[in-house]
Structures are given as structure tokens and as C-alpha cells.
């Protein structure tokens, strides 16, 4: 075998993989989600040629509606809400021109029926036949309600009998292990479970697919990875935007459910894993889980001393006055829901024992970015780092998830002319090797789950464990008998305690770095 070219690239899997015909439900056709996400993805999709001919998307909503009344909706909303803009006009138009209104209710078994004879009579039947994708994007407690509806209209088919039916289920996904538990059970009953796709969108976005590629494409960096080089790992998932019209759902939930259990553990059982044995989804997916089993459900006492939960108070955002959270639409005067989590946990295996992983979340701060942070050991105390003790910066390898995405190795070097040492950058950045855009998550997961790839969905039991694992830290702060949280200024980075967490291990969260 001879070295390849420098330029040559490597093809995993049929580029521009093509979504074969099917006619793809949506349940909760008139939300926000529909309109801000799954439409502009189809767009996108289409624009680029990824539908096959004969795909259908029928929305499936209670308001009465014609198809071309739902059309017109669609098609101010992707001209909203398309990243690449301006619209093509000529493939939105393709696209619309397949696209359907079933006006039911969600808990009416009659309008899944009249769908199902709907379904039957769409004109690009001929090419989708029974190939059906369910998309569940309403609020969490129909989703028990569609799955049993559909099964009693006869469309819940497994891959043996005579057509394909699979169902994307949004999140949250259940609120606790409980429910999460009961949820998939009842899927189950009616779809096998490589046809269930539970979404975490994070894992659709483009530099979350890259920690597989960057850890196990490269072997410059899996000799370090584990706990002899590794002195702590650091995620951060920050957001600048408050609660916004979300006040009732997110009152009901907060950061731990709505961000931590879900987005924040997938970040890191990527990071984590060990390496698969293969590709397949099943073999990474049960790498991710080996993640999640092996971080130890601690003690109550444990948890509180671990862990941080914070509430945004007034502040500055943007030079905007940003009110108090508790003073945000539908959110209770006295709430006691936390808008910021910072979590230190370990992972107990044979990598990483001793190594904490510090994980944070919240809304409101001062900037929205999401980032990894891979923090080296100082080296050996002797020459330079004997002579500068803390001020020889730690190596950190910072992976930059959003926005302005890339990756950045930070070490030491020599000030030129100078006998002074100081940290100095290698720098990936997307915007600069990669002309091509960035596609949105949502379209990927979409021909994911069309084509019945599930490596970027997750599992049952990934599910389970990570509310386990929040159900553990939520009963322990449950137990806590607290009349106030700790609050942050919006526009801040955070409460106090979020930064005492570390400093009382000697270490910090590393300071933002503008890209
Ligand atoms: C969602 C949460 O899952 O993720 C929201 O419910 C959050 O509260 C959003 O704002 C963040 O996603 P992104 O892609 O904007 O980082």
C-alpha cells in the first residue's frame, strides 16, 4: 500500500446519501418546531437533491386548514428561518408541491384511520408505497397517544411485514427515568426498536459528528486521551438567550432535564468512549452507554457538594436590560427552577478514574457558546515549569462546537527575542477549510432516519441512564430544604459557585476565548 496523496480524501459512506420515497407525518404540523426546523431541513434537503422523487410530508394538526393555506405557512417559514438564504424558489416550490393538511385530533382514532385512506389516494403513493416516517413533534404527553392511534389505523409496520414504519419522538423524552421507562415501553409495543429514532439534536450537528472523527481518524491525540495526560475535561453548553415564550415548558423542567440529561451527557459520552469496535450504530452506541454506566450514582451528600444550580437575576445582555427570571412570562413568582447547572462528575473506568469531568449549562449568560475543553497535565515540575509554577499555562485542546466551529490546540512557546514562555494557538477553524455550509442538524437526522441509520439517534437504554443519573441529582436537591437559589446577573457567566466548584480542586474553568 502506497501513502495516498495529500489532498485525497476518504469516502465512509455513499456521499450525498439520497432519502428514498416516503411519506413522512408530522404530528404537530402547525408548532414551532415544524416551522423553525424540520421544514427549512426539508428544504434544504430537496435544494440539495437528497429527496428521491415521491417523498410526501403530510401535516397532521387539530386547526382546520387547507393544503394550500399550509403551504403558503411553510413557505413564509422557510423563507424566515432557511440558513442559506435567498430561497430558492423554484425547489421550495417542488417541495411544497408535495405537501399535505390532515386536519385531526391528536386523541381522535378516527383521524389516524382517515389518514391512513389518505395516505392511500396521495399521488406519489406509487413510488413511497408502505414506507412511512412518523415524526413526533408535539408536546411529550401525546406521544404515547400517536404511537397507540397509529397502530390502531394499521400503520405501525416492522421491517418484516409489508412496509417500513418508523417514528422520530422529539425531547424531552419522559421527565424522569419513570416516565422515560413507560415511554419506551409503550413504543415498543407497537414499533421494534431499531425503528424508534429519539432525537438529541446536538448529535445531528456537524462538530459533534467530527469527535468521532477527530478521536479515531487521528493518532496523534488517543495516546493522551485518558487519565495519565489528562488533568480534567470541561464542557460547556452556554446560551445567551433567556427562557423567552418558553416559560411554561421550561418552568416545568429546567436545566438539568432540559439540557444536562440529554445535550450535555451526549457531548460527553463522545468525548469518553472508548473506541468502538466498529461503525455500526450499534457498536458506538453501546460505547456510549458503557459512558453512562460508568459514572457512579453518588450519595445525596455527594451530589450537593458536586453540583451547582443557579438562577438568572437581572441584567445586561447586548446592552439590552434583561429581566429577572422569575419575573419571565408563565414562570412562577417564588420559581425554584434553576436556569444553570454546573455538575462535576467522574467516569470510573480504567481511562479515566480520578479525572473530573465539569459540565455547565444556562441561559441568559453573557455569551451562547458550546465548547469542550480538554485540559493537559502541567509538565514535570523542573526547568520552565519550575521556574513559572502556575503561570505555564496548562495544555488545553478546546473544541469549538458553536458557533464559529473549530478546534484549537493551545501550548507554550518562546516570545521571539525574548527569554519569556507564553501560550500560543494551532487553529482549525470550519469557515476556513471547508467553503461548503455547514448543514443544520436537522437535515441529517432527517435522512438518517429516513434511510434507518441510527448511529446519531438514542437508544433506549442511553435514554434510561442518563435520567438516571438526573434523577439522582434532582432528588438529592430535592431533599435540600432551600427557600432561595444561587443567582447570576444575565449577561454573566455564571454564579460564583459555578467557579468555586473548581477552585476548590485548584483548578478553573478556562477563560473564553474569542475566536
Ligand atoms: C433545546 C432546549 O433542546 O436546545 C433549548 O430545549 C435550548 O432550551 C436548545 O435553547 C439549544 O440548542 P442549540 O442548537 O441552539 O444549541
Known amino acids: ?259 444536562l440529561q440529554n445535550h450535555l451527557f451526549q457531548l460527553l459520552t463522545l468525548i469518553a468512549m472508548e473506541p468502538p469496535a466498529s461503525l455500526e450504530a450499534e457498536a458506538i452506541r453501546d460505547e456510549k452507554v458503557k459512558v453512562l454506566k460508568s459514572i457512579p450514582l453518588s450519595s445525596e451528600e455527594a451530589l450537593i457538594q458536586k453540583s451547582v444550580r443557579a438562577q438568572y437575576g437581572e441584567g445586561m445582555i447586548d446592552g439590552r436590560k434583561v429581566r429577572p427570571y422569575r419575573r419571565e412570562s408563565r414562570v412562577a413568582p417564588d420559581s425554584m427552577t434553576e436556569t444553570f447547572v454546573a455538575l462535576r462528575l467522574e467516569v470510573d473506568n480504567w481511562r479515566w478514574a480520578g479525572v473530573p469531568f465539569y459540565l455547565r449549562t444556562g441561559k441568559a449568560m453573557r455569551q451562547q457558546f458550546s465548547e469542550i475543553n480538554i485540559v493537559f497535565n502541567r509538565p514535570p515540575s523542573v526547568l520552565f515549569a519550575a521556574v513559572c509554577g502556575v503561570r505555564l499555562h496548562r495544555n488545553s485542546l478546546r473544541i469549538r462546537i458553536q458557533p464559529n466551529e473549530g478546534i484549537h490546540l493551545n501550548f507554550n512557546g518562546k516570545v521571539p527575542g525574548k527569554s519569556v514562555i507564553q501560550r500560543v494557538d494551532m487553529d482549525f477553524r470550519y469557515r476556513e477549510d471547508f467553503q461548503d455550509y455547514l448543514p443544520e442538524a436537522y437535515e441529517r437526522l432527517m435522512v438518517d432516519a429516513l434511510v434507518g441509520e441510527s448511529t446519531l439517534f438514542t437508544r433506549k437504554d442511553e435514554v434510561e441512564q442518563a435520567w438516571r443519573l438526573v434523577d439522582g441529582l434532582r432528588s438529592a436537591w430535592m431533599g435540600q430544604n432551600i427557600k432561595e437559589l444561587p443567582s447570576y446577573g444575565a449577561g454573566s457567566l455564571g454564579p460564583e459557585e459555578a467557579n468555586q466548584l473548581l477552585q476548590r480542586e485548584g483548578r478553573g474553568w478556562l477563560p473564553i476565548y474569542d475566536y
Not at 459512506?13 to 416551522?35: M, N, Y
Not at 385531526?104 to 413511497?128: I, S, W
Not at 421527565?175 to 446536538?202: C, G, M, V, W
Not at 496523534?220 to 495519565?228: K, Q, S
Open 1 to 259: 500500500m502506497t501513502e495516498s496523496s495529500f489532498n485525497e480524501v476518504c469516502v465512509l459512506e455513499p456521499e450525498d446519501q439520497v432519502a428514498p420515497a416516503t411519506a413522512i407525518v408530522i404530528f404537530g404540523a402547525t408548532g414551532d418546531l415544524t416551522h423553525r426546523k424540520i421544514i427549512p431541513a426539508f428544504y434544504h434537503l430537496q435544494k440539495h437533491g437528497r429527496l428521491a422523487d415521491g417523498c410526501a410530508i403530510v401535516g397532521f394538526a387539530r386547526r382546520p386548514k387547507t393544503d394550500q393555506e399550509f403551504r403558503e405557512e411553510l413557505r413564509a417559514s422557510v423563507e424566515e428561518f432557511s440558513h442559506s438564504k435567498p430561497v430558492d424558489k423554484e425547489m421550495l416550490d417542488r417541495l411544497l408541491s408535495h405537501v399535505y393538511y390532515h386536519q385531526a385530533d391528536l386523541a381522535d382514532p378516527v383521524g389516524y384511520r382517515q389518514l391512513a385512506d389518505r395516505l392511500k389516494t396521495l399521488p406519489e403513493r406509487p413510488a413511497f408505497q408502505n414506507r412511512y416516517l412518523f415524526y413526533m413533534a408535539t408536546a411529550p404527553s401525546y406521544f404515547e397517544t400517536i404511537a397507540e392511534n397509529l397502530a390502531r389505523a394499521d400503520l405501525a409496520y416492522d421491517e418484516n411485514a409489508a412496509g417500513i414504519s418508523r417514528v422520530i419522538v422529539e425531547k424531552p423524552f419522559g421527565e424522569d427515568l419513570k416516565s422515560a421507562q413507560h415511554l419506551n415501553q409503550t413504543l415498543q409495543r407497537f414499533f421494534p426498536e431499531q425503528n424508534i429514532y429519539r432525537i438529541d439534536h446536538y448529535l445531528g450537528k456537524e462538530t459533534v459528528q467530527n469527535l468521532l472523527y477527530f478521536r479515531f481518524g487521528n493518532s496523534i491525540y488517543e495516546p493522551l486521551w485518558n487519565r495519565r495526560y489528562i488533568d480534567n475535561v470541561q464542557i460547556t453548553v452556554a446560551e445567551k438567550v433567556g427562557v423567552e415564550d418558553r416559560g411554561g415548558y421550561y418552568d416545568a423542567t429546567g436545566a438539568a432535564r432540559d439540557m
